[in-house]
């Protein structure tokens, strides 16, 4: 086993979450060795025609990881890991955090195909496809922004990536919309934490009456201006906004989720040309952050 390969424990729980063979002459030989060779793709964000020979060819791994980028798989399997983990009560959902980092565009992530791609053997092209392919200039030049909700033990529940000059605050909702836990009994899926926390960004008067409609509590201070902006309409601004500042120390957590997520290579650099690509690219390290735990 190599550096930074899925170990025989992390191994036993992802298999029974992979596609499975069908009928004679199954498309897949081994998943593990293709596996780590994504992961290590995504640990050195390497080119992917520099893959060491260990993990079999090249092509495989880049193939397989685009399919089930499109097809859903990863989403899947993501979504089956945090199952597992809820039910051994391992998610900690006292406290979300929600947050977003900017990530910077390799050149090699420009120069994408205007015709929309579509999933091998389908006619329909990818349920994460975007128009403009999730690529933005701002100051840095072209990047891509990640927006995601993070549980209490500095995992990540949900991911989002959009161009990098859009904000925070209209993303809230979309992100809080794919926290989907399958229970294990059957039943509809956990979707709402115990408590939510986000800085000034997400301080908006749709954002909190959405999150008071849900009955979520949440912890998110309110700007100056929006402040003063209250203030200044008097008894038609609304009753003061709740702040706790001993729960908003937690915010901490997602930080540290974001940075457990860009140290790989891959993720903190993006060389994805398609944003379906990349998105597959940042849960596959989802993926893999709920399986170190």
Same mark, same amino acid.
């Given at each position: 086993?190599?550096?930074?390969?899925? !170990?025989?424990?992390?191994?036993?729980? #992802?298999?029974?979450? #992979?596609?499975?063979?069908?009928?004679? *002459?199954?498309?897949?030989?081994?998943?593990?060795?293709?596996?780590?060779?994504?992961?290590?793709?995504?640990?050195?964000?390497?080119?992917?025609?520099?893959?060491?020979?260990?993990?079999?060819?090249?092509?495989?791994?880049?193939?397989?990881?685009?399919?089930?980028?499109?097809?859903?798989?990863?989403?899947?399997?993501?979504?089956?890991?945090?199952?597992?983990?809820?039910?051994?009560?391992?998610?900690?959902?006292?406290?979300?955090?929600?947050? +977003?980092?900017?990530?910077?565009?390799?050149?090699?992530?420009? *120069?994408?195909?205007?015709?929309?791609?579509?999933?091998?053997?389908?006619?329909?092209?990818?349920?994460?496809?975007?128009?403009?392919?999730?690529?933005?200039? +701002?100051?840095?030049?072209?990047?891509?922004?990640?927006? #995601?909700?993070?549980?209490?033990?500095?995992?990540?529940?949900?991911?989002?990536?959009?161009?990098?000059?859009?904000?925070?605050?209209?993303?809230?909702?979309?992100?809080?919309? %794919?926290?989907?836990?399958?229970?294990?009994?059957?039943?509809?899926?956990?979707?709402?934490?115990?408590?939510?926390?986000?800085?000034?960004?997400? !301080?908006?008067?749709?954002?909190?009456?959405?999150?008071?409609?849900?009955?979520?509590?949440?912890?998110?201070?309110?700007?100056?201006?929006?402040?003063?902006?209250?203030?200044?309409?008097? !008894?038609?601004?609304? %009753?003061?906004? *709740?702040?706790?500042?001993?729960?908003?120390?937690?915010?901490?957590?997602?930080?540290?989720?974001?940075?457990? #997520?860009?140290?790989?290579?891959?993720?903190?650099?993006?060389?994805?040309?398609?944003?379906?690509?990349?998105?597959?690219?940042?849960?596959?390290?989802?993926?893999?952050?709920?399986?170190?735990?």
């Amino acid at each position: 086993m190599g550096r930074g390969d899925l !170990s025989d424990a992390q191994w036993a729980r #992802l298999e029974p979450h #992979l596609p499975k063979n069908v009928g004679r *002459g199954g498309r897949w030989k081994c998943h593990r060795k293709v596996i780590n060779g994504i992961l290590f793709r995504q640990r050195t964000g390497i080119p992917w025609r520099d893959l060491p020979t260990r993990f079999g060819k090249w092509k495989t791994c880049h193939d397989r990881h685009r399919r089930w980028a499109a097809d859903g798989t990863w989403e899947n399997v993501l979504r089956a890991v945090q199952t597992d983990a809820d039910a051994k009560e391992r998610i900690d959902w006292s406290m979300v955090g929600i947050d +977003s980092t900017t990530c910077r565009a390799h050149q090699h992530a420009a *120069g994408a195909r205007r015709r929309p791609p579509r999933i091998p053997r389908k006619r329909i092209p990818p349920a994460q496809h975007r128009p403009d392919e999730a690529l933005g200039r +701002s100051r840095g030049g072209l990047t891509t922004k990640i927006h #995601l909700a993070g549980d209490g033990g500095c995992r990540p529940l949900a991911v989002l990536i959009t161009p990098g000059q859009w904000g925070d605050a209209p993303q809230l909702i979309p992100v809080l919309e %794919r926290v989907r836990v399958p229970r294990p009994g059957g039943g509809h899926p956990r979707t709402r934490p115990d408590h939510l926390s986000g800085d000034k960004a997400y !301080s908006s008067r749709c954002n909190r009456r959405y999150l008071r409609r849900r009955q979520i509590k949440h912890t998110i201070p309110e700007p100056r201006n929006q402040r003063a902006n209250r203030q200044h309409r008097g !008894s038609r601004g609304g %009753r003061p906004t *709740g702040f706790d500042k001993t729960l908003y120390k937690r915010r901490n957590e997602v930080e540290r989720t974001i940075n457990a #997520l860009k140290g790989f290579r891959a993720v903190a650099t993006r060389f994805d040309k398609r944003a379906y690509i990349f998105q597959g690219t940042v849960t596959v390290a989802a993926i893999r952050l709920w399986l170190r735990s």
